[in-house]
C-alpha cells in the first residue's frame, strides 16, 4: 500500500479540493478524512455505497457520585484542569474541562469518583463497489484526538493491497491530529498557497514533518493570486530541497461547480490541465503504475 | 468587550478580518490565539515589547530514589512514563502535567519542574495592543498558551479582538469561553456552510451570542443564507471576493493602513459588529 | 529464548503490524521449543503514548528480541534501554520474518518513524 497524506500548515488553501481530485485522477483504492475537527472530504467525494457509522469514545472522564460525596474538596484542590466545580452545593466534574487523568478518583477518601465512558465523536466507513472511504468526526466541545485520525487510518490500512494507493486528506496546524495522521504514510503532499501566511505556516509545518523521516513535495494552489508571493515559495521549495509536483491557478468556476456538487474535473481550461499535470508528477514520484 | 473571532473551517479569512478591524478600532488589543500557526504579526508587524515562555509542569525524577516500584508507569493515564534497564524514563511530549505521579510516590523520587511548551509575545502598533502565543514544533496541545495569553491580555483597552485557531475543538474553546460575542467568518462555499453550522453549534454550547460575515462572496445570494434565515442568524456583512484585497492578503498587507477607501470599508463593517454586539450583548430588562 | 513479532491477527501466517504501538497483537515464539503464543496489544487502544505503552507491556514478557517493521522515537528510547535486540521486518507474514531471523536475514532497527515500510497489507 502506497499511503499519501496531503497537508498544509495554514487552513483553507485548498486540501480538501486538491485531495478529491488526485483521488479521482489516481483512482484511489481507499481514501479518509484525517481533520477530523472540521472534516470536509465526504462532501466532495461520490455519496454511493454502504455506509457503517460507529460511536467513538474518548478516553473515561470522571464523575462524582452525589450520595457518597461528603464535599471534602480534595479533589478540587488537586484538580489541575479546573474541571471541578460547586454546583448547588455540591462538587461536579465538568465533563467538556475533565482530561481523565484519573488523580481525582485515586485521592477520593470515599471512592466516590469512578470513570465513565465518553462519546467524542464517531467513525464513518462507506464501501462502494471497491473502494473504501473512512471519515470520522468529533463532537462539538471534545478534546481532539489523535486515536480518532488513527481509527480513521485504520480501516484503509485493511483494505487496501500491496499496490494500492490510499489518500488522506490532512488537517490544519501541527499539533497532535497532525502527527497522527503522519505517522505510518508514505509520502506527504504538501498543499500552499502563495500567501505569507502560508508561506510561514509551512516552515513550521516542514520541522514537524521532518521528525518523521517521510519524503515530502510541494504543490502550489491558487498560484496566480499573488506572483510575487508565488515566486517566495518557489525560492523557498529550492531552498529546502523540495520539489513542486504542480502549481494549480485560482479560477472561481471550481469553487461554484464544488458549491452545486458538479465534478470540477469536467470543466475544461487550465485549472483542470495543471490538476492533470499535478496528478501525473505524483504517479512518477510515488512511482505508481 | 472580547469579540471572539472563528470559522471551523481555516483561510475563511479570519486573520486578515481580525487585523485589519483591530487595526480601524483603535484604541483596541489583538490576540493571535492560532499558536500552532499565528500570522497575526505578518499583518500588523508590530514593534514587540517583550517575550514570555509558557511552561507546563512536567515531572522529574531523581533516580536513585526510584525504586521501580512502577506506581507511576502504571497509573499514568497518558502513558507518559515508562520503567525499562533499571531506570524511569519520562515523555514531556505526553505528560498533561496532571501531577498524579509525583503525589503517588512512595519514594518521593518525582519532582514537578517547569517545560517551556512555546511562548507568549506583548508588542505595539500604533494605539493597538498586540499579543501572540506561538507554540514549539512537536509539541502536542497549545491550550495552555491560549489559556496564558486569554489572563494576561486582559489589558486596558475597552475593545479585544480575539483571532482563534481554525476548527471547533478545545484550543478554540479556550478563546470563546472567555468571549462576549462570537463572529463567524464564514466561506462562500460548500465547506464553508459546513463548517459555520459547527462554529455555530459550538457558540450556542457555550451560550455566546453570534453574528455572521460571509466572505468570498460571488453572487448576492451565498450557499450559507438558508441555512443563516433557518437558524435566525444574523449576517452582519457580505464581503464580496475581490482579487486586489486577495492579493494584499497574500503578501501580508494590513489594507486598511494605506489605503482610504479600504479603510473605510473595514470601518463600515467594525461599525456594523459593534452595532450589533451592543444589541446582542446588552441586558435586556 | 523467546522473540517477540508484531502482527495484525492473531496468525503468525498474517500479516506484521504497520504500527508497533497499534499492532492488533504480539506473538511470542520460543526459538528454542518453536511454540508460539499470541497476547493482545493493550496498548492499541490506548489514546497517547501508545509505543511506550507497547514498549513496556513487550519488556514485561520476557523476551529477548523483537520483530517490528519501523520504531518510532518514544518507543525506541524505552527499548534501547530494556536490552531487547531490535530487528527490522521484512516484507512477509510472520512466519516468513521469523525464519528470515533464524537465518541471519534481518538487519537491527534503529529509530525511524514512518514511511520505513511499505508494501504489506
Known amino acids: 500500500m502506497k499511503q499519501l497524506l496531503v497537508l498544509s500548515g495554514k487552513g483553507g488553501t485548498g486540501k480538501t479540493t486538491i485531495s478529491s481530485a488526485l483521488i479521482d485522477l489516481l483512482h484511489a483504492k481507499a481514501y479518509g478524512d484525517c481533520d477530523v475537527d472540521a472534516p470536509n472530504l465526504h462532501l466532495v467525494v461520490p455519496e454511493s455505497g454502504l455506509t457503517e457509522k460507529k460511536p467513538f469514545f474518548g478516553m473515561d472522564i470522571f464523575h462524582i457520585n452525589p450520595d457518597k460525596c461528603i464535599n471534602c474538596g480534595l479533589c478540587l484542590r488537586e484538580c489541575r484542569f479546573h474541571a471541578i466545580e460547586i454546583l448547588e452545593g455540591k462538587h461536579h466534574i465538568n465533563p467538556l474541562k475533565c482530561e481523565g487523568c484519573a488523580f481525582c478518583a485515586e485521592i477520593c477518601p470515599l471512592k466516590a469518583i469512578t470513570p465513565i465512558k465518553n462519546e467524542t465523536g464517531y467513525t464513518q466507513i462507506t ?95 491558487k498560484c496566480d493570486v499573488s506572483l510575487t508571493v508565488r515566486d517566495k515559495i518557489i525560492e523557498f521549495c529550492k531552498k529546502k530541497g523540495l520539489d513542486i509536483l504542480g502549481s494549480i491557478p485560482y479560477d472561481q468556476r471550481v469553487v461554484k461547480s464544488l458549491n452545486t456538487k458538479k465534478r470540477m474535473l469536467d470543466i475544461p481550461g487550465p485549472f483542470t490541465s495543471a490538476i492533470i499535470t499535478l496528478s501525473q508528477n505524483i504517479q512518477k514520484w510515488m512511482k505508481i503504475v | 468587550m472580547k469579540i471572539a473571532i472563528l470559522s471551523g473551517k481555516g483561510g475563511t479569512g479570519k486573520t486578515f478580518l481580525a487585523t485589519n478591524l483591530a487595526y480601524v478600532s483603535q484604541p483596541s488589543t489583538y490576540i493571535d490565539a492560532d499558536v500552532e500557526e499565528p500570522n497575526g504579526n505578518l499583518f500588523l508587524r508590530p514593534t514587540i515589547d517583550n517575550r514570555h515562555q509558557v511552561f507546563v509542569k512536567i515531572p522529574e525524577v531523581d533516580q536513585g530514589k526510584c525504586g521501580g516500584c512502577r506506581r507511576c508507569t502504571e497509573f499514568c493515564r497518558y502513558h507518559a512514563l515508562a520503567y525499562s534497564g533499571g531506570k524511569l524514563i519520562i515523555f514531556p511530549t505526553l505528560c498533561h502535567s496532571c501531577g498524579a505521579c509525583t503525589y503517588l510516590c512512595p519514594e518521593q523520587a518525582l519532582k514537578e519542574v517547569n517545560r517551556s511548551i512555546g511562548y507568549y509575545e506583548r508588542g505595539t502598533l500604533e494605539k493597538i495592543e498586540f499579543y501572540s502565543g506561538v507554540l514549539k514544533p512537536g509539541q502536542l496541545s497549545g491550550v495552555p498558551i491560549i489559556e496564558t495569553l486569554m489572563n494576561v491580555a486582559d489589558g486596558k483597552n475597552e475593545l479585544t479582538w480575539i483571532d482563534c485557531p481554525p476548527g471547533v475543538a478545545c484550543q478554540v474553546i479556550s478563546c470563546v469561553e472567555v468571549a462576549d460575542y462570537c463572529l463567524l467568518v464564514a466561506e462562500d462555499s460548500l465547506f464553508g456552510l459546513d463548517n459555520l453550522k459547527m462554529a455555530h453549534e459550538l457558540a450556542k454550547t457555550l451560550h455566546k451570542p453570534v453574528g455572521v460575515i460571509i466572505n468570498k462572496c460571488f453572487d448576492s445570494k451565498s450557499v450559507c443564507d438558508a441555512y443563516c434565515q433557518d437558524e435566525r442568524l444574523k449576517v452582519i456583512e457580505r464581503i464580496p471576493y475581490d482579487i486586489k484585497l486577495a492579493n494584499l492578503g497574500a503578501k501580508g498587507y494590513l489594507a486598511a493602513k494605506d489605503n482610504t477607501i479600504i479603510y473605510q470599508m473595514f470601518f463600515d463593517i467594525y461599525y456594523k459588529i459593534m452595532r450589533e454586539v451592543d444589541h446582542e450583548t446588552t441586558p435586556r430588562s | 529464548m523467546k522473540l517477540a513479532i508484531a502482527l495484525t491477527t492473531n496468525d503468525i501466517m498474517g500479516p506484521i503490524g504497520q504500527s508497533f504501538g497499534r499492532s492488533g497483537y504480539f506473538g511470542i515464539y520460543d526459538l528454542d521449543t518453536d511454540e508460539c503464543y499470541y497476547i493482545e496489544n493493550t496498548a492499541s487502544a490506548h489514546h497517547g503514548g501508545a509505543g511506550v505503552s507497547a514498549s513496556q507491556f513487550i519488556i514485561d514478557q520476557d523476551v529477548s528480541i523483537l520483530i517490528i517493521p519501523r520504531c518510532g522515537e518514544n518507543a525506541y528510547l524505552v527499548l534501547e534501554s530494556s536490552g531487547i535486540a531490535l530487528f527490522k521486518a521484512i516484507e512477509g507474514n510472520g512466519r516468513a520474518n521469523i525464519e528470515a531471523y533464524k537465518n541471519g536475514k534481518l538487519s537491527s532497527l534503529g529509530v525511524s518513524s514512518a514511511g520505513a515500510f511499505k508494501g504489506q497489507k
Open chain 1, 127 to 221: 464501501i462502494d463497489r471497491d473502494t473504501l472511504f473512512s471519515t470520522a468526526r468529533l463532537h462539538i466541545g471534545k478534546g481532539n484526538s489523535g486515536l480518532l485520525v488513527s481509527e480513521v487510518k485504520k480501516p484503509i490500512e485493511a483494505f487496501v493491497d500491496r499496490d494500492d494507493l490510499a489518500i488522506l486528506d490532512g488537517s490544519p496546524g501541527i499539533g497532535c491530529p497532525v502527527i497522527a495522521s503522519i505517522r505510518g504514510v508514505d509520502y506527504v503532499l504538501i498543499v500552499t498557497e502563495p500567501s505569507i501566511s502560508a508561506l510561514h505556516d509551512m516552515e513550521r509545518l516542514l520541522k514537524t514533518i521532518n521528525h518523521f523521516n517521510v519524503p515530502c513535495a510541494v504543490c502550489i494552489n
